[in-house]
């Protein structure tokens, strides 16, 4: 619900009352026919998690290191391609299920990290 959210968000962001119903009007603005407290968050996660599992299995079966990391994968720079592709793959194996039009838009967002 809304009271639910605007309470979240004001203890965790010190986003005021306010804020929250401009936040909530602009939404609404935006996306008139989007529901933002329809109960599909708690869906939309375990699809997530259900894509996330399966790209960490295809990482232990090719023998790769894939950390979640919200909604990505984090791996070594020499398997962004590969990381890619699973995810890819995996979006489409739990979406299709669910909708079979589904398709994808991946973003791939690299940097190196030195150690």
Request: proline residues 2%; hydrophobic residues 50%.
């Amino acid at each position: 619900s809304f009271e639910a959210t605007k309470r979240v968000v004001a203890r965790e962001f010190q986003v005021s009352h306010a804020e929250s119903i401009e936040i909530a009007e602009a939404f609404t603005e935006l996306y008139p026919n989007l529901n933002l407290h329809c109960g599909f968050a708690l869906t939309a996660m375990q699809l997530e998690g259900l894509i996330l599992k399966d790209v960490l299995l295809h990482g232990v079966r090719a023998g790769i290191l894939a950390l979640p990391i919200h909604d990505a994968v984090a791996v070594e720079f020499d398997h962004q391609d590969w990381a890619k592709d699973v995810m890819e793959d995996a979006w489409q194996t739990v979406m299709s299920k669910f909708h079979e039009t589904a398709n994808t838009s991946i973003k791939v967002d690299c940097a190196r990290v030195s150690i």
